[in-house]
């Protein structure tokens, strides 16, 4: 059984048909759709260049051509490890001899006290969020975004390209702060204002007011205040856990894993957003859909008796106006950055720890992106004076 029907619980359940699994699996899922790709949700889709069915990974066919039973709008309340069972809202009571936990994660949540909870607030995680926002998208209404990441950013270029009145804040001395070095937020912060957007770094909401229940108006913490007509958060994600800490599994930033992706029961396993995992000499949780595919499929060649560890091997990307982002490999722990700048006017920032090659954003750039994935996966770093010099081929960097 596969609680949570995003990417990785649809990875694990496809990948154990393929692997040969010949007994039932369950696919439990709380939307009413099937299971679908999100990252468009702040892209194409949002914009009305998607339509829905290509956001479906497979036909509805596909699960009864499976023998995969999908259960849509149900919701999981508990589960009894004693019993090995799952109950779900309706009282429906579901044995399992293997679980694995794919929840995902949810938006963090403005409080209520400082007007979250008005009319025309939003948050991009589900298909209904994006449906429900794409009204608002008209030219000349004022959108206030609120959080400087990769949503954030995305959701104001979407605006943006629509015509609307964008400004964006964020609470951190700059936008991506978190996830990227300085050089990659300056060059976004320059794409967006070329293209309309205003940013505010350094500036946090005070509060939303409203006009009844709808929102119309937000009070910065530098005393200015912003006639608005919507507002979209993008303040991070937090992993769904409170399924498997209820059951008394180990939580520790998500469902705790070991590298076969076992958390604290043998007989139940959990990949994706909701999962911390080992690696290198920690603990992380990677919310990407990479992680998503790869961990999940992991968690399906254990079930069908392939105990090998899982190696993540993390990449990421994001499109904002005519530009592809695509991120190899965790900046975490990097000390310099070299910069490359090709002759069509594409550049890459790559990420160094001492002398060791740990990530590299790529903006427009594929052939960056590929050769440093290729790199890092395989632990080679060239020498940083090569990368910054534009004469360098860099797939001569590549060995064997």
């Given at each position: 059984?596969?609680?949570?029907?995003?990417?990785?619980?649809?990875?694990?359940?496809?990948?154990?048909?393929?692997?040969?699994?010949?007994?039932?699996i369950?696919?439990?899922g709380?939307?009413?759709?099937?299971?679908?790709?999100?990252?468009?949700?702040?892209?194409?889709?949002?914009?009305?260049?998607?339509?829905?069915?290509?956001?479906?990974?497979?036909?509805?066919?596909?699960?009864?051509?499976?023998?995969?039973?999908?259960?849509t709008?149900?919701?999981?309340?508990?589960?009894?490890?004693?019993?090995?069972?799952?109950m779900?809202?309706d009282?429906?009571?579901?044995?399992?001899?293997?679980?694995?936990?794919?929840?995902?994660?949810?938006?963090?949540?403005?409080?209520a006290?400082?007007?979250?909870?008005?009319?025309?607030?939003?948050?991009?995680?589900?298909?209904?969020?994006?449906?429900a926002?794409?009204?608002?998208?008209?030219?000349?209404?004022?959108?206030l975004?609120?959080?400087?990441?990769?949503?954030?950013?995305?959701?104001?270029?979407?605006?943006?390209?629509?015509?609307?009145?964008?400004?964006?804040?964020?609470?951190?001395?700059?936008?991506?702060?978190?996830?990227?070095?300085?050089?990659?937020?300056?060059f976004?912060?320059?794409?967006?204002?070329?293209?309309?957007?205003?940013?505010?770094?350094?500036?946090?909401?005070?509060?939303?007011?409203g006009?009844?229940?709808?929102?119309?108006?937000?009070?910065?913490?530098?005393?200015?205040?912003?006639?608005?007509?919507f507002v979209i958060?993008?303040?991070?994600?937090?992993?769904?856990?409170?399924?498997?800490?209820?059951?008394?599994?180990?939580?520790?930033?998500?469902?705790?894993?070991?590298?076969?992706?076992?958390?604290?029961?043998?007989?139940?396993?959990?990949?994706?957003?909701?999962?911390?995992?080992?690696?290198?000499?920690?603990?992380?949780?990677?919310?990407?859909?990479?992680?998503?595919?790869?961990?999940?499929?992991?968690?399906?060649?254990?079930?069908?008796?392939?105990?090998k560890?899982?190696?993540?091997?993390?990449?990421?990307?994001?499109?904002?106006?005519?530009?592809?982002?695509?991120?190899?490999?965790?900046s975490?722990?990097?000390?310099?950055?070299?910069?490359?700048?090709?002759?069509?006017?594409?550049?890459?920032?790559?990420?160094?720890g001492?002398?060791?090659?740990?990530?590299?954003?790529?903006?427009?750039?594929?052939?960056?992106?590929?050769?440093?994935?290729?790199?890092?996966?395989?632990?080679?770093?060239?020498?940083?004076?090569?990368?910054?010099?534009?004469?360098?081929?860099?797939?001569?960097?590549?060995?064997?």
């Amino acid at each position: 059984m596969v609680i949570g029907a995003g990417q990785a619980g649809f990875a694990v359940s496809a990948k154990l048909r393929r692997l040969g699994h010949q007994g039932p699996i369950t696919l439990i899922g709380d939307e009413d759709q099937p299971p679908y790709q999100r990252p468009p949700l702040t892209k194409a889709y949002l914009l009305g260049e998607m339509a829905l069915e290509r956001l479906y990974f497979r036909p509805a066919t596909f699960f009864a051509d499976k023998n995969i039973t999908l259960r849509t709008e149900a919701r999981a309340e508990k589960i009894l490890r004693d019993g090995k069972t799952v109950m779900l809202q309706d009282g429906t009571s579901l044995p399992y001899d293997k679980l694995v936990l794919t929840t995902g994660s949810r938006p963090v949540v403005l409080p209520a006290s400082i007007g979250g909870a008005l009319d025309g607030v939003y948050y991009i995680r589900k298909l209904a969020d994006t449906d429900a926002v794409a009204k608002e998208f008209q030219k000349g209404r004022r959108l206030l975004v609120i959080g400087g990441g990769y949503i954030g950013l995305e959701a104001a270029a979407a605006a943006a390209k629509c015509g609307v009145s964008t400004t964006l804040v964020e609470a951190a001395p700059r936008i991506l702060q978190r996830v990227a070095a300085p050089e990659t937020s300056d060059f976004f912060r320059a794409l967006h204002r070329e293209h309309g957007v205003e940013i505010r770094e350094g500036t946090s909401l005070a509060r939303l007011d409203g006009d009844g229940d709808r929102v119309n108006r937000a009070e910065l913490s530098d005393d200015t205040t912003l006639t608005v007509d919507f507002v979209i958060v993008g303040i991070g994600i937090r992993p769904n856990s409170e399924l498997a800490e209820a059951c008394g599994l180990d939580v520790e930033n998500g469902i705790k894993v070991d590298a076969t992706c076992r958390t604290s029961d043998p007989d139940i396993l959990a990949a994706g957003d909701c999962a911390s995992f080992p690696y290198d000499d920690a603990r992380i949780r990677l919310e990407s859909v990479g992680n998503a595919i790869d961990q999940a499929e992991a968690a399906a060649e254990v079930i069908m008796g392939q105990d090998k560890p899982y190696v993540a091997k993390p990449w990421f990307w994001s499109e904002q106006f005519d530009t592809k982002l695509q991120i190899a490999g965790l900046s975490t722990g990097y000390d310099s950055i070299m910069t490359r700048h090709e002759t069509n006017g594409a550049v890459s920032f790559w990420y160094y720890g001492g002398d060791r090659l740990l990530a590299v954003d790529a903006m427009n750039n594929a052939r960056a992106y590929m050769v440093a994935r290729r790199l890092i996966e395989s632990g080679q770093s060239p020498d940083p004076a090569l990368i910054a010099d534009p004469e360098t081929d860099l797939k001569a960097l590549l060995k064997g």
